[in-house]
């Protein structure tokens, strides 16, 4: 049984950093290519950032590009988000999201394992 375990989540004020981390057991991460989602209370869920398996490809949602990095560990088995220049309405719940596959993914439903998430407050 393949798990994701998010932790790094937090309060932070407006303009903070936070750095996210994805602990993935019973697969190797360079076998999967990643992904962070997040759902704002009332909104559906919706794409972040994705990371191909080989590390070569990333792929970014207009409103993050430029201050998030998406980035892999694979001694650690480790997926990681960097946040940067946090504004309050990145705040969320942020999942992290495994699929069987090379290629990056921005839809939910491409993906075929997923964590619990971690909650991202941001405070103006």
């Known amino acids: 049984q393949v798990q994701l375990v998010e932790s790094g989540g937090g309060l932070v004020e407006a303009g903070g950093s936070l750095r996210l981390s994805c602990v993935v057991s019973e697969r190797t991460i360079s076998n999967l290519a990643m992904g962070w989602f997040r759902q704002a209370p009332g909104k559906d869920r919706e794409f972040v950032a994705t990371l191909s398996a080989t590390g070569l490809s990333t792929l970014y949602a207009d409103s993050v590009e430029g201050r998030f990095t998406i980035s892999r560990d694979n001694a650690k088995n480790t997926l990681y988000l960097q946040m940067n220049s946090l504004k309050p309405e990145d705040t969320a719940v942020y999942y992290c999201?495994?699929?069987?596959?090379?290629?990056?993914?921005?839809?939910?439903?491409?993906?075929?394992?997923w964590g619990q998430g971690t909650q991202v407050t941001v405070s103006s």
């Open positions: 999201a495994g699929r069987f596959r090379q290629q990056v993914a921005i839809k939910g439903y491409e993906y075929d394992y």
